[in-house]
């Protein structure tokens, strides 16, 4: 329980705690083909974040991305874990890095895949317009209508279309069906500006800790070039490119995703750093 609601999360393996946080997208859902590789190593903690996935969704939650990742801090606390390795997503990366800055002690490393940041213009365009006032009203009354543009957003968000598995879309729509779903998206969506701009300020704050960016280079959501201008901000940064991938490298490449992260969370590996 998280401020007195329920938000559901998948745990397995054992060791060092490792937590995955999905994108904006996405529920705990995305992390099915890396969880079970991970949890080799590490005890792994996918959740869905208030409002998305199977978790509660208050009437009035707060989307703002500090207060997303004071709920991801609390949710820690909610599951005894006091220092952990954090990986997120796309805005769930943008989570990882607000909840790092606001609690720096308590995260051991970073890693970040195609993460929302202030160097990427593309969010910062659709933002405003997808959450002004006569198309939030028009998409909050369109029935099943958002379900079907979710998932054409998502097509789009992978390189080559032909590695798009069965299930994949049928599964990130599940939750769709639960009346809020596109109340929390719009949300997030109203404060993303304002929201990068405060990520913008706190990067000091978790400039020391060791992280690692994944980018696909066909990424259509986030920036790749981005990733250059954001890895200055921290001082032991690494980039991983995978080429012809789209935002959705952990969906599109798992493998070679899985061993990307698995590398970087090898015991040789931190020590080299």
Known sequence: MVDGYRMRYLRSGGGR??????GLLGYSFSWRHA?????????????????????DRPLHLDCRLKAHAERLLRFLDSVGVTSCDLLGTSHG????????????????S?????PAN????????LAPFLSSEPLSWLILRLGPGPEVAHNLMLRRLFGHRSRIRP???????????????????????????????????????????PTLLVWGSRDSAVDPASGDQLSRHFADCRIETFAGVGHLPYEEVPDEFNAAVARFLSPNSRQAL
Do not use: C
């Open 17 to 22: 705690a490792l937590v995955l946080v999905h």
């Open 93 to 108: 990366g943008a989570v990882a890095m607000m909840a790092a800055a606001l609690s720096p002690e308590r995260i051991r």
């Open 35 to 55: 969880l079970p590789v991970l949890a080799e190593n590490a005890t792994v903690y996918a959740v869905d974040m208030l409002g998305v996935g199977f978790s």
């Open 118 to 125: 202030p160097w990427s213009a593309h969010g910062k365009r």
């Open 167 to 209: 299930g994949t879309l049928q599964g990130y729509s599940t939750p769709l069906r639960i009346p809020g779903a596109f109340k929390y998206w719009l949300d997030v969506m109203s404060t993303w500006n304002r929201d990068l701009e405060d990520l913008k300020s706190v990067m000091p704050h978790i400039a020391h800790i």
């Open 110 to 114: 970073l890693i970040l895949v195609a």
